[in-house]
């Protein structure tokens, strides 16, 4: 939904992202919450797989994947105000292929 909304935003607000109208400000409330609630989700799984299978964890490649999705998807909540990261939000999609695994 959002990322819907900020591709609307070029090629015309390019090197004034800040000025467009369908920037994340406009998100709504709901999307940001369920995105933070499935990243602690991703994380608690992350972490739960690294105790488990300890040694082990980074020689699987999904696993490997997960770290990634994770890693970036905290990343994108501290920088959010900082920088535009917009482009990260394609491993939103790699969540998707990790689900249906």
Do not use: H
């Not at 390019?14 to 609630?37: D, F, G, H, R």
């Not at 990343?75 to 990260?88: D, H, K, P, R, T």
């Amino acid at each position: 939904f959002e990322t819907d909304l900020e591709a609307q935003c070029y090629p015309l607000y390019y090197n004034s992202i800040s000025e467009c109208p369908y920037t994340e400000a406009k998100t709504e409330p709901w999307v940001k919450t369920v995105n933070l609630l499935l990243l602690v989700v991703y994380t608690v799984e992350v972490i739960l797989r690294v105790f488990v299978e300890r040694s082990k964890y980074m020689q699987n490649q999904w696993n490997i994947l997960d770290l990634t999705i994770v890693s970036v998807g905290w990343l994108g909540q501290a920088m959010g105000g900082i920088v535009n990261i917009s482009f990260l939000r394609f491993f939103r999609v790699a969540r998707l292929a990790r689900a249906l695994r």
